[in-house]
């Protein structure tokens, strides 16, 4: 079976572009097979729009005439009310926002309908039902206000929400819709009009429009979305088709702006009763400010408006007459812009009272695919096992060793490598953890560290290991990379040791040996130069760099006194070697404790008397150098007769 290009663009890609961009690459697969995972269905979508005057009742029949067409209903309902409290509240009221949503879930048929949005501000209240069976196909749904009333107060304004139809992810972004719920300035005079052209430009401003469509002023130009940048390097990019990269990225999303309320435009000319009664409707609209506004350009471009074959909104009365003093106006309304599978269907006022205001309905037919979830787990788990098993694949780093397993001496700094070779074409970022402890020193420590692997490069990081007790002990450094959900571990397994301050019983036998075997290896040369150093061994900051490593010898190791026998003769001081590991050998008897009545601490007193009478010293010069294994002179005159 051959690989699908997504496959063969990820395997291409850089480690950090795999991380980064395998859900986009596993996307744009099921965009391939959307026929397997989705079905074309026809929505019947019906906008409401309905300044209440503050209503704080209403008949479920007006309710259920608003929301049926010949007894059927539509699959989606969007309600923008206007006015649910008077314009001198203060707040808005949830138990209104929700007493309405009641109502118009009542007047649906039952169990059938559910309310998956609701928002509220001030009088302003926006209101989204589905069918049940489109509960799940309806997703991220969102709301936003803009003050719109004197000095920006919320009595007017703007509830802006969006909702998504059918969207998969965010590159299979199915339809998403926007819906303006607006009440603008009121007011008959000329100034008025610029006014709610201002209100208008205020919410474009401050919410903008999700296609090229602008609320006030031109229309924005269309650019491609995209689910995001590509970030690529030129090694990506060089071995990439670029066709394939623009497909990978580019979203595909259907895009539908409504812009609804109480927009409160005016019809400018008086004497407009006779064409309503002789439902003359383009004369009306001969005066009608959006109507004019909008041909002028300055507001409303890129939206449609269905054909006004309906008469004015407002001001009417109980009776449903146009109030006398008043001149009937074209307040609300209903506007749409859209890309292709958006049909209106119908666009009309519903003759209820109960307000000043008469509502106005718009019902639309939506093109969407509706997503077979139980299909889109199945693709998607098809290519997430491949794109999985690259992954499981995938080499970043090789770490050598990653486990470090050193024995040291307590006390001397001993160094360590560390080997990363980054295996990808890219550089890498990462960070060492060291798990460093407040107000303590490490006792590993990173000598050498930019936080950076150039490409196909190996870096050596070099360590010190620095303990002052004797123990073993293990540490993991964690090494992370930046992009990456990716470990690599460091394991120290340390095992620190001494000679120095340990019981002699204590020794293992290796170090018992080596110590007995520099006692014999002394007194088996001559005694050039021996006393000259141990006058200056104090502790082991007296010790030069020959003789550390002695000491690392002696606590870790066999002595190989067959190069000490060479270093003697060849040194570039006489006796080099023996000097050396006499200065080791007397920095350990000066830390020894007490030496008890074992086999080994007789062997070690007997050794210490015969490398004394070696030196040739009387007790004097030996309790000058050796006292402090003595209590005084004459208990070292008496080792020395025995």
């Not at 309710?63 to 539509?74: G, T």
């Not at 949005?117 to 803009?146: A, F, K, N, P």
């Not at 997430?384 to 006390?411: C, F, H, K, T, Y």
């Not at 964690?478 to 470990?487: C, I």
Request: overall charge negative.
């Amino acid at each position: 079976m051959s690989e699908s290009s997504q496959v063969q663009v990820f395997r291409l890609l850089n480690p950090s572009s795999k991380l980064r961009y395998q859900s986009i690459i596993q996307s744009d697969y099921v965009g391939e097979r959307l026929d397997t995972v989705t079905s074309w269905h026809k929505l019947r979508v019906k906008l409401i729009t309905w300044n209440l005057r503050c209503m704080e009742d209403c008949p479920l029949s007006h309710i259920r005439q608003l929301l049926s067409s010949n007894q059927n209903y539509a699959d989606i309902y969007i309600v923008g009310f206007q006015e649910t409290v008077p314009l001198t509240s203060f707040a808005a009221s949830a138990k209104v926002i929700d007493q309405w949503c009641d109502r118009l879930l009542a007047a649906l048929p039952p169990h059938q309908f559910k309310a998956v949005h609701r928002y509220g501000l001030l009088g302003l209240t926006s209101v989204l039902l589905v069918r049940d069976e489109l509960e799940s196909q309806v997703s991220d749904c969102c709301s936003r206000t803009v003050g719109l009333g004197y000095l920006n107060w919320y009595n007017k304004g703007c509830i802006e929400t969006q909702f998504s139809i059918g969207q998969i992810d965010e590159k299979l972004a199915g339809v998403r819709v926007q819906v303006f719920n607006m009440h603008l300035t009121h007011g008959e005079e000329e100034l008025s009009v610029e006014m709610r052209n201002q209100c208008l430009k205020k919410v474009q401003d401050s919410l903008g429009t999700i296609r090229n469509a602008a609320l006030a002023g031109p229309a924005p130009s269309v650019e491609e979305e995209l689910v995001c940048e590509p970030h690529l390097s030129q090694t990506e990019l060089d071995k990439i088709d670029s066709k394939a990269i623009d497909r990978i990225f580019k979203k595909q999303c259907r895009k539908a702006v409504f812009a609804s309320g109480d927009l409160n435009y005016r019809l400018e000319n008086t004497n407009v009763k006779d064409y309503i009664y002789k439902n003359d409707y383009e004369k009306l609209l001969e005066s009608d400010q959006l109507r004019a506004q909008k041909d002028r350009g300055n507001i409303f471009s890129g939206f449609s408006e269905g054909e006004v074959r309906f008469r004015p909104t407002f001001k009417v009365t109980e009776t449903l007459e146009y109030e006398a003093t008043r001149v009937p106006s074209y307040t609300d309304r209903i506007l749409y812009s859209a890309d292709d599978g958006l049909e209106l269907l119908t666009y009309d006022v519903c003759e209820v009272n109960g307000s000043d205001h008469l509502p106005v309905v718009a019902e639309f037919a939506l093109d969407a695919r509706m997503v077979d979830f139980g299909a889109l787990k199945a693709v998607r788990s098809e290519i997430g096992a491949q794109l999985d098993r690259i992954l499981n694949q995938m080499e970043i780093v090789d770490v050598s060793p990653s486990l470090v397993d050193i024995d040291v001496v307590a006390g001397i700094k001993e160094a360590a490598e560390v080997t990363v070779r980054n295996l990808t074409e890219e550089p890498l970022h990462y960070n060492l953890d060291i798990g460093k402890r407040l107000f303590r020193k490490p006792v590993i420590k990173l000598l050498n560290d930019d936080g950076i692997l150039p490409a196909k490069e190996a870096k050596k990081l070099k360590f010190e290991i620095n303990t002052s007790k004797i123990e073993k002990f293990e540490k993991t450094l964690t090494m992370t990379f930046a992009n990456f959900e990716f470990v690599r571990f460091l394991v120290f397994s340390v095992s620190s040791k001494s000679i120095l301050f340990q019981p002699v019983h204590e020794l293992e036998e290796m170090q018992y040996q080596n110590i007995v075997q520099s006692f014999d290896f002394i007194m088996q040369g001559t005694t050039d130069n021996l006393l000259t150093g141990m006058q200056s061994v104090v502790d082991l900051s007296s010790l030069n760099e020959f003789e550390v490593c002695l000491l690392k010898d002696m606590t870790l190791r066999e002595i190989n006194f067959d190069l000490l026998t060479k270093l003697n003769s060849i040194g570039m001081v006489q006796n080099e070697g023996s000097c050396g590991i006499m200065n080791v050998l007397y920095l350990w008897l000066k830390s020894l404790p007490e030496l008890g009545g074992d086999k080994r601490s007789g062997v070690v007193l007997s050794k210490m008397i015969a490398l004394i009478k070696f030196l040739d010293l009387n007790q004097e010069s030996g309790f000058k150098y050796f006292g402090f294994l003595f209590q005084d002179e004459y208990e070292l005159e008496r080792a020395l007769e025995s």
